[in-house]
């Protein structure tokens, strides 16, 4: 059975920092491109980060340059999402998603990944 299974989510003031972790199992992620959605109450769900399992420059939105860091530990299968800096607007469920390619599957919310984790909750308080 493939699963994500993220982990790492919280309560954290403004300005502080969490790590969530996505570790992979029931398949080879070797040749999978990994990522982070999230997505925040009442809002559509957006791309935050993603990196080629096996190596390589990562991808991430905009809005999170500069505070967030995707990376992986191939021994561990598991992909992190360490994050500094929060803000308010932080707040949101992750989510850890995969798929072999890179690319339009990756935007609109990621819908047509291959496989999500069940999400982790990141709340950011003043």
């Known amino acids: 059975q493939v699963q994500l299974v993220e982990s790492g989510g919280g309560l954290v003031q403004a300005g502080g920092s969490l790590r969530l972790s996505c570790v992979a199992s029931?398949?080879?992620?070797?040749?999978?491109?990994m990522g982070w959605f999230r997505q925040a109450s009442g809002k559509e769900r957006e791309f935050v980060a993603a990196?080629?399992?096996?190596?390589?420059?990562?991808y991430y939105a905009t809005f999170v340059k500069g505070r967030f860091t995707i990376s992986r530990d191939n021994a561990k299968n598991t992909v992190y999402l360490e994050m500094n800096s929060l803000k308010i607007e932080d707040t949101a469920v992750y989510y850890c998603?995969?798929?072999?390619?890179?690319?339009?599957?990756?935007?609109?919310?990621?819908?047509?990944?291959?496989?999500w984790g069940q999400g982790t909750l990141v709340s950011v308080s003043s």
């Open positions: 998603a995969a798929d072999p390619y890179y690319g339009s599957k990756w935007s609109a919310g990621g819908r047509y990944l291959e496989v």
């Open positions: 029931g398949r080879t992620f070797s040749s999978y491109f």
């Open positions: 990196i080629r399992w096996s190596g390589g420059i990562p």
